[in-house]
């Protein structure tokens, strides 16, 4: 009996997930460099052709957990209501994930979640290529604002304070404070940046604004 589509999707997101996990954990074992893509390959059962049809770059192996988060800034748009501005919806997505330490905002201190984080940011490669990442997600911010030099330097100056904002509180977390600590700070950092953007973005005339939304 032939596989149905679900089931295809499910065997291919199930491979995914096992290869990523298996390259994540042998990194942080023994250190990004010192594995090679073919030592991936055979403790996840795959063949090296089959890993880099997920992965075209051994980065990616450690890039897709960022990958999951390129368009959020662009859902949380999308997904706002009728009564609240782009910045307003932004803004509460991310105090909300501050509340919650969610780690995209960089105030998580799970010992996971820190182990992965010196493992990324602490591979010159895999630093090199999030630069597509963030590039992606200024592009994807950009449309959901409605597109326009307006939008692009709008979505610009957004994603550089998400950024700025979240490595603030992971380098004061790296350094040994704990999430509950940072907090405080945190918001009212978030805060303030979120107020010079509205007073800085005022003068952008963003599409998106001339349809009501």
């Known amino acids: 009996m032939p596989e149905t589509p679900g089931l295809r999707a499910r065997k291919k997101q199930q491979t995914f ?3 990523s996990e298996t390259a994540i954990a042998l990194f ?22 089959t890993l880099f049809r997920y ?11 960022f990958a999951d988060h390129e368009d959020e800034a662009a859902r949380v748009v999308a997904g706002r209501t009728a009564d609240e501005s782009p910045l307003d919806a932004l803004r509460r997505d991310f105090l909300a994930g501050l509340a919650r ?13 820190l182990a992965f984080q010196r493992l990324a940011y602490g591979t010159p490669s895999v630093v090199a290529r999030m630069l597509g990442f963030l590039t992606r997600s200024e ?10 030099i307006g939008a692009r330097l709008a979505a610009g100056q957004i994603i550089a304070v998400r950024r700025i904002l979240a490595d603030e509180n992971r380098h004061r977390i790296a350094a ?15 805060e303030l940046a979120f107020a010079q953007l509205a007073s800085g973005l005022a003068q952008l005339p963003l599409e998106s604004d001339e349809s009501g939304r």
């Open 28 to 49: 942080l074992e023994r250190g990004f460099d010192r594995v090679p893509v073919a030592e991936v390959a055979a403790a996840a059962g795959v063949s090296k052709p």
């Open 101 to 113: 330490q969610d780690p995209v905002t960089g105030l998580c201190d799970h010992p996971q979640v």
């Open 176 to 190: 040994g404070e704990r999430a509950a600590e940072v907090l405080p700070d945190a918001v009212e950092a978030a």
């Open 55 to 65: 992965f075209p770059a051994k980065e990616d192996l450690v890039l897709h957990r």
């Open 139 to 148: 592009e994807a911010l950009a449309e959901a604002l409605g597109g326009g």
């Open 17 to 19: 997930d096992t290869i």
